[in-house]
């Protein structure tokens, strides 16, 4: 059963998480890229989620999760790109700023994984 509670990270469905991209998205954030929510399931096959942002300044994108089951904190992942990316100070500056709202976006999300975490014993199944 150990085994098996390790691969799975803190349910939250693919529905609340769009509900929390939406109500980041609503705050006026500038948006260059785009946020989805995909679907993943864990290890028993529960629906998880995964948010994922898409930069317009690069082809490379960045995915968002518990770190693990149990576990209140998030990880961003950059995904890898085949080449070396050169850009003009402008992009650069313009992909910097991306980055900035993926961190903003990953902390969001934590917090609202916290917050429920802090009444789900009040949640309506």
Known sequence: MEDELEDSPPRRSRDQLRAWVEEFLSQGHAMTGTIKVVDQEDADGQDTGLVVMTMRNTTASV???????????????????????????????????????????????????????????RHAE
Not at 90 to 100: G, I, Q, R
């Open 63 to 121: 995915y968002m999760q518990p770190r693990g089951y149990d576990d209140p904190l998030w990880e961003a992942t950059l995904t890898a790109r085949p080449d070396d990316l050169t850009l003009s100070p402008h992009d650069m500056a313009s992909l910097a700023a991306e980055l900035v709202i993926a961190g903003n976006l990953c902390s969001f999300l934590q917090f609202k994984s916290l917050e429920w975490d802090r009444h789900s014993g």
